[in-house]
């Protein structure tokens, strides 16, 4: 069964972008057809794969064209596998027009979009900005699930508690049927007291509310030497520690949600 798996959390710095990126191209080796939509109005996972949002935005080949505007979604896709639907500053501007469109309802968007091209497709991920405004809220409602990255840092986990109080009202709204997949955890140190107790909080405060932590990914200097390069470590640097956590990782996701052409 396809999927469209939102990574979200509102705080900054938490691996998002090389989350999804890394994810994408790791379910792509598994024989996936694969799309990967930025939704932060910084581009970062448009940066991330080798492309100029600036210049995207400019040639009107960005998401907010696609978002608040009627250009078809498969005009401003990237192609490949995975293939990507970029994003620019311009982007921000959706927030606001979004909510102030009284012929649509602006949080059901990018939803409508992905219609256009959803049956392409055996996976979505949609990498949300660091908030909790209208753009996040479009990735969620478009949704099938939803995976929480967090830093080991005290802070990040608290700030959980935020998010899956939005999910919560989503879910009795917009999108009833959204999966919370789970809390990742990035950028580990194990070497580090600090990290472990942080880490063994957030595995407890998850129980109480039945929600899966996933094996924490370390914090591996391939993960960032990659995001400079324009692809992510699973393709730059495969056999790196940082591509196999996220290549293990997709085994799992693919293997738990059933997705079809999934490695054993």
Known sequence: ???????????????????????????????LRVLMVDLDPQ?????AMGHDPEDLDRRELALYRSLVGDRPLREIMIPG???LVPSG?????????????????GQLALRQRLQEVRADYDAV?????PSLGMLTVNGLVAATHV???TQAEHLASIGIRALLGTLGRLRRGLNPDLAILGVLPTMYNPRQVHDGVVLEGLQEMMRGYGIRVFEPIGRYTAL????LEGKPAVALEPGSP????????????????TLAHAAA
């Open 1 to 31: 069964m396809p999927i469209t798996l939102a990574l979200a959390n509102q705080k900054g710095g938490v691996a998002k972008t090389t989350s999804t990126s890394n994810l994408a191209f790791a379910f792509a080796e598994l024989g």
């Open 125 to 129: 991920l949609i990498d949300t900005p």
């Open 43 to 47: 581009g970062s996972l448009t940066v």
């Open 147 to 149: 995976l929480i990255p």
């Open 89 to 105: 500053i311009l982007l921000a501007g959706a927030e606001q027009e979004l909510g102030m469109d009284v012929t649509r309802s």
């Open 81 to 83: 596998n995975p293939a």
């Open 242 to 257: 940082g591509a196999r956590a996220y290549r293990d990782l997709a085994r799992e996701i693919a293997r738990e949600l």
């Open 224 to 227: 960032a030497r990659a995001s």
